[in-house]
C-alpha cells in the first residue's frame, strides 16, 4: 500500500517525522486539543518563535529517550503525546483533497482515527531508548498562505542525516505540525498518492480496510 516513494527516503522521512512526536505539554497535563476539533480563537497567536517551538521538541525528545529505561515505555509515552503535536484533522483533510468534501462526517471521523494510529504505529517504532538527536537549523522560517509557515532543518541520528521542513499552523495560541518534508518528499503528499490510487480502484471501502489492518498492525 505505502510503496511509492523509494526506499531510503521513506526511511529517512519515518525516522525524521517521527521527530515531532516529542512531549511539549507539562508533565501530568492532559494533551491539548487538535485545533480543528474545536472552534479556533481569533485572536489566540503563537507566543512562541516557529523555531524555538521545533528546538522544544528536541530537546524534550532527547529528554523522554534518556528517561524511558525500555522501548515499551519509550513507546507508549511517544504514543500518548502525538495528540498534543500533530493536527490530525489537517492532515487528513490534506490527504484526502477533494474527496474530503464528499464524505460525511462519521466517514471523516473514521478515517481520522485510522490515520492516526497508522502515522502513531509509523512513528513510535523509530525510537530506542538512549537515541541521541542532533539538529541543525536553515535560514529562518519560510512563510506560507494563512499565517502557516516552514522550518528548515538537518536531522542526524546516529549515521543516518536528512534534510526536514516542519510545516506549522498556528491556532489556539500555540503551533501545530500538519506535514512534514524530508528531502523535498512530503509526508502529506505521499498518503494522498497511496490514497488516490486506492480510492480509484477499491473506492472507499476498499481504502477503509486498508487503513484498518495498517492502523492495527503490532508495533
Known sequence: MWTTMK?????AMMVTASLVAAPV???GKPAATPPSAQPP?????PTVAPQKFVESLYERLNGLSKAS??????????????????DYTEMARLALG?????????????????LTRMVQ??????????QAVDIRYGAAPKALPDDRVQVATTITVGKTSAEVNYALRPAQGRWWVYDIVVDDASQVQTYRQSFKKILDKE?????IARMKKAAEKKV
Open 121 to 130: 504505529n509509523t512513528y513510535v517504532k523509530r525510537f530506542k531508548p538512549g
Open 25 to 27: 505539554l507539562a508533565k
Open 41 to 45: 480563537a481569533a485572536d489566540a497567536k
Open 69 to 86: 529505561p525500555t522501548l515499551d515505555v519509550l513507546h507508549e509515552k511517544i504514543g500518548a503525546e502525538l495528540k498534543g503535536i500533530i
Open 203 to 207: 473506492g472507499w471501502p476498499g481504502l
Open 7 to 11: 526506499a531510503k527516503t521513506l526511511q
Open 98 to 114: 477533494t474527496k474530503w468534501t464528499e464524505i460525511n462526517d462519521l466517514q471523516r471521523k473514521e478515517f481520522i482515527e485510522y
